[in-house]
T-cell receptor, first 113, second 117 residues
Framework: KNQVEQSPQSLIILEGKNCTLQCNYTVSPFSNLRWYKQDTGRGPVSLTIMTFSENTKSNGRYTATLDADTKQSSLHITASQLSDSASYICVVSGADAGNMLTFGGGTRLMVKP | GAGVSQSPRYKVAKRGQDVALRCDPISGHVSLFWYQQALGQGPEFLTYFQNEAQLDKSGLPSDRFFAERPEGSVSTLKIQRTQQEDSAVYLC???????????????FGNGTRLTVT
C-alpha cells in the first residue's frame, strides 16, 4: 500500500529560527513530490513540486529536498515568521493509473514570538 | 482570477439528512478531485474526474456518497442519509491537465465544513 509518513506530527519554534520537516514515502513508481502549506480553515496551497531528477527546489524561505533513492524529502524553513504557522503536507504522485496522489498526515507548525 | 470556489462554507445537517456540496473549479481545468479531511489529518482521496468522466471513485467510503460533474466544470458531492462519522471538511481541487503532469499543480478550494448532529 502506498504510504506517506511525515514527522514530526507537530512542532513549536520561536520566530526567526529555522526548522526542517521530514517526509518518507513508499509510493512506486514515483512521479513527483509536492509540499503544500495549509492555513487553518483554508485549502492547501502549493509550495514546491519536484520530480525524481530534482534534488532541491526553493520557494522564498522554503527549500525542499528530495532523495529518490531513499524515498525521503524534507522541507526546510529559514528565518521563520509568525505567518509560517500552518500545517505542511507532503503529497506524492505515482506514475501509473490508480496511483495518483497520496497525502501525508501533515506536520503542524506553530511559530511563537 | 478566481480560484476554486466551494459552497456552502459551512453546513450543519441532522443525522439522516441528505446534503449537496458544490465545487466550482478554475475555468478550463481538466482534472477535479474531492477529498475528505478529518480534524488534524491530511486529506483523504474520495474521487477524481477528468472533464466529465469520473475515472476513479475508489475513495468514496460508502454508496451514500455520490459525485458528479455532468458538463466537465462544476461538480457536486452528494451525501445521502448523513451520519456523524461524515463530519469533516470536504475539499475540492482542480488542475489544468492530467494529475500526472509535472507542471500541473493542484489548486484547492477552502473546503466545506460539514457537521452532522
Amino acid at each position: 500500500k502506498n504510504q506517506v509518513e511525515q514527522s514530526p506530527q507537530s512542532l513549536i519554534i520561536l520566530e526567526g529560527k529555522n526548522c526542517t520537516l521530514q517526509c518518507n514515502y513508499t509510493v512506486s513508481p514515483f512521479s513527483n513530490l509536492r509540499w503544500y502549506k495549509q492555513d487553518t480553515g483554508r485549502g492547501p496551497v502549493s509550495l514546491t513540486i519536484m520530480t525524481f531528477s530534482e534534488n532541491t527546489k526553493s520557494n522564498g524561505r522554503y527549500t525542499a529536498t528530495l532523495d529518490a533513492d531513499t524515498k525521503q524529502s524534507s522541507l526546510h524553513i529559514t528565518a521563520s515568521q509568525l505567518s509560517d504557522s500552518a500545517s505542511y503536507i507532503c503529497v506524492v504522485s505515482g506514475a501509473d493509473a490508480g496511483n495518483m496522489l497520496t497525502f501525508g498526515g501533515g506536520t503542524r507548525l506553530m511559530v511563537k514570538p | 482570477g478566481a480560484g476554486v470556489s466551494q459552497s456552502p462554507r459551512y453546513k450543519v445537517a441532522k443525522r439522516g439528512q441528505d446534503v449537496a456540496l458544490r465545487c466550482d473549479p478554475i475555468s478550463g481545468h481538466v482534472s477535479l478531485f474531492w477529498y475528505q479531511q478529518a480534524l488534524g489529518q491530511g486529506p483523504e482521496f474520495l474521487t477524481y474526474f477528468q472533464n466529465e468522466a469520473q475515472l476513479d471513485k475508489s475513495g468514496l467510503p460508502s454508496d451514500r456518497f455520490f459525485a458528479e460533474r455532468p458538463e466537465g466544470s462544476v461538480s457536486t458531492l452528494k451525501i445521502q442519509r448523513t451520519q456523524q462519522e461524515d463530519s469533516a471538511v470536504y475539499l475540492c481541487a482542480s488542475s489544468l491537465a492530467s494529475v500526472y503532469s509535472y507542471n500541473s499543480p493542484l489548486h484547492f478550494g477552502n473546503g466545506t465544513r460539514l457537521t452532522v448532529t
